[in-house]
C-alpha cells in the first residue's frame, strides 16, 4: 500500500457523512454567516467564564455533527479532538460530556487538521467505524491565556491576529454520502526564530510551505491537482510571505487557488487587523465553509494545511522562539 | 478484522524495537534505578529552568532509543509524545529538535500509552514504518505549574503523590526483536466529581477500572490471559479503591497480578508521601523496568493502563471537578 514519507493516502476514501459548525456573534457578522449552524448572540454562552463558553462551544458543534448524521453517540467509535487551553480543557472537558473514547490531540491552530488526519487513518485502516474530530477557541479565553485579557484594552500591532470564537466538528465514517477524505501529510515542526506572539502568520508560514511541499512530492502532485490550497490561519501577514516562500521553493499554486481561512472568515470592515486565526477558524471555515463548496461542485478538489504555532506563554516568557507545525488533508469529490 | 468497541487488536503485533529511559537524581536512588538508561545527577540538567530541563529529559529518551535501534532519525516516519505542561511545549520542543514529523497527543499522565497505542497502530495498519512515542515529566516543572514551587516548600497531605522527573521513549516497527504490542482500548472520560489536585489517585481509580473492564469485555478476557495489570499512576490511596472498585464491578484479579508504576519507582524511605505520579512514571517504569522484565522472560503478557488527570490549573480555580482518562496497551512475547 501506499506509504509516503511523512503521509497517508486513503484508498478507502472516509466520507465527512457529516460537520457542523458553532460560532460567536462577531462571527457572525461575518460573510460567512450563512455557513455556520449555530450562531450564538452572547459571548458567555450562558456561562460564567469564558473558558466554559469555548467548551459548550466544542459541545455544540459535536452534538449538531452527530444529530446531522443521524447516529446515536453510542455509534462513535472515538472522538478526536484538540484546543489552545492550557491542558486542552475544551476538549476533554467536552469529551466527559459525549462519554465518547477519547483521543486528545495537540497542534495548537493545526488541531483540527490533525485530529482530521488520524480520524480518518482510524477509519481507512478499518479500526474505526465511526469518529468525530472537532476543534474550538473562543477569542475571550485564548487572547486572556496567551496576550492579555480583552478587558484590559491593549493596543496591538498590525501583525496581530483576531482569535476565531468558534468549534467545527466532523463525523467520519467508512461509507455514506459526503465530501471524501483522500489523504493527509503530517508536518514537522519548524522554527526560523521568530520570537513574536503578536506575530504568529509571519512564524507559522514556513511551517505551511514545508507541508505543502512535503504532500506534492510525497504524492507527486502540483497545483494541477487541486482546484484550492488553503491555509489555515496565517492571515494577511503570513499568507504574503508563503506565497514568497512557495515561489523561493519553486512550488506553483496562482494566486486564485492558494487561499487562507484567516482571511475568509471576517468582513474587512471588521476591526480583525491581520486576519483570523485559533483553532476555531480552520475548524469552522474548513467544516462550514469549504464542504459546502464541495458539496455544490464549486470545489473537487482542496487540500486544507492547517498551522498551528506551538509555543506556551512559558515559552515566551522563557525566550525561546516559537516553534510551529502545519499538517494537510486532502478533501474531494 | 478486530474491531471492539473501543479497542484495537494489532495482528501484525507490532514490536518495540527499542526503548531507553533517563531520569533526575532522586528516581536514580530508588529499587529501579538499574533498569533506567540516563540518571541524571543534576536536576537542572544544565538548563537554566526546570521546562528546559524536561525538554532535554525528553531528547535524552529519543535519542537513546533511536541510537539502540541503530536507525537513523530520518528513518522514523513520526513522532508521537506528549506531557504536563501547558501547550505540552516538552513535545515540542524536543520534536523541533528531533525533525521528526510529528503528532502531539494529550492524555495527562496516560500520554505514554495513547501515543504507544496509536502509534502501534500505525504501524499495524501499514501508515508507518517506524513510530517514536515518547512522554516526560520534570518534578520541579510539573510541581510549580499544577500546585506551588517546590522552593515554597508548601505541606501535602497523605493523599498528594511525588511527580517522577524522567521521561521514556519506545519505538515500534513492524519486524524485529522485541516485545510485541497486541492491542490497545482507548479509555473514555470518567469523573466522579472528585476536586482535589493533591488527591489525583482517588480521581484516576474509577478510569482505570472502566478502560480494564472494556478491555477484558472488548477481547473476551479476563485475568487468566495477563501475568501482570499494572495501572499508570494510581499510588498507594488510589490503588486501594482500584481494587475495590474492581471488586465491586466483579472483575477478579489476584492481589499479585495487580500492580501500579507509580509504587514501584521509588522505595519506601524516599519521602513521596502516596506514591509516584507524572507522564514521567509510566513511561520510565514501562520502557525501562517493564519491558526487562518481559525481555527476560519473567513476565510474558502484561496489560499497561496509564492514567490522566484531564484537569488544569484553571479549571480547579473555577472550581470544576477532575475528568480523568486511562489508555491500556497490551505489551507480550
Redesign the interface.
Known sequence: ?F?G??S?MFNSKPVIISSATAVGPFEGKGPLSNDFDIINEDIWLGQD?F??AEKVLLEQACSKAIEKSNLKKEDI??FLS?D??????TS??A??TL??????????CSSAM?GLA?AA??V??????YVLAGAASHNASVEKQFRYPTEYGGQKPPTAQWTVTGAGAALIAKTGNGPKVTGAT????V?MGLTDPFNMGSAMAPAAVDTIEAHFRDFKRDINYYDLVITGDLGAVGHRIAGDLLIDHEIKIPEEKFADCGLLIYSEEQPIIAGASGCGCCATVTYGHLLKKISNREFNKILVIATGA??????YQ?K?SI?C?AHAVAIEN
Do not use: C, H, T
Open positions: 500500500m506509504q514519507k511523512q497517508w467564564s473558558e466554559k467509535s472515538f484538540g489552545l487551553m492550557n491542558q486542552i480543557i476533554s472537558f469529551a466527559r462519554s465518547i473514547p477519547y483521543l486528545g490531540v495537540f497542534g495548537a490533525e488520524v487513518q482510524l481507512d485502516s478499518s479500526n474505526a467505524n503530517i508536518g514537522k515542526v522554527d506551538l509555543l506556551s506563554p512559558l515559552s522563557q525561546e516553534p507545525i
